[in-house]
């Protein structure tokens, strides 16, 4: 019985798993995306996510503690410049992981898994997406109750500006 087991060990040792897992991560931080099976990309999440955390935190101590987990001076430093710097917002869920379909060979499910911040079709223009969905509305009678509204505010403007005519007469 497998009770409260909840890691995955994806057939392979500790020593093994961890150094696929390693790797992976390399991999993940110095392209930005990599594609491989379902299994792994979600062992993958659960580990290089933390390490994105602590990289927000840039001190000699988090820098050697990820360097324990990655072993690449290289990733270390890309992790710590680029990715920590776009990263710095975010409170958490810096990876997207999105289903392929079965790979040919032997049919396992295969998954891309990269990096939100980095993602140009997904990110850009936030500020411009944000824009068009206020403009669009997806109620029916959105336009009317704009419209009526529009009404209201111009039938109490109309008396404020009757008084400001008043005001601007001279008295006879």
Do not use: C, W
């Amino acid at each position: 019985m497998r009770h409260g087991d909840k890691i995955n060990n994806l057939g392979r040792t500790a020593s093994h798993r961890r150094a696929l897992l390693s790797n992976l991560a390399i991999q993940l931080i110095t392209h930005k995306k990599i594609v491989t099976t379902l299994a792994k990309a979600k062992s993958l999440r659960t580990y290089v996510e933390p390490l994105i955390t602590k990289a927000k935190d840039n001190t000699t101590h988090q820098r050697r503690v990820v360097f324990s987990y990655l072993q690449d001076k290289e990733a270390v430093t890309e992790l710590f410049g680029n990715i920590a710097t776009k990263v710095a917002g975010r409170p958490g869920g810096y990876t997207r992981i999105i289903k392929l379909g079965a790979r040919v060979g032997d049919n396992a499910e295969t998954a891309l898994i990269e990096l939100v911040d980095f993602n140009e079709i997904y990110g850009k223009g936030k500020g411009e997406a944000k824009e068009a969905a206020g403009k669009r509305t997806r109620r029916a009678g959105g336009s009317r109750k704009k419209a009526a509204g529009a009404a209201q505010a111009d039938e109490s403007a109309a008396p404020a500006a009757a008084e400001a005519k008043a005001e601007d007469k001279p008295a006879k």
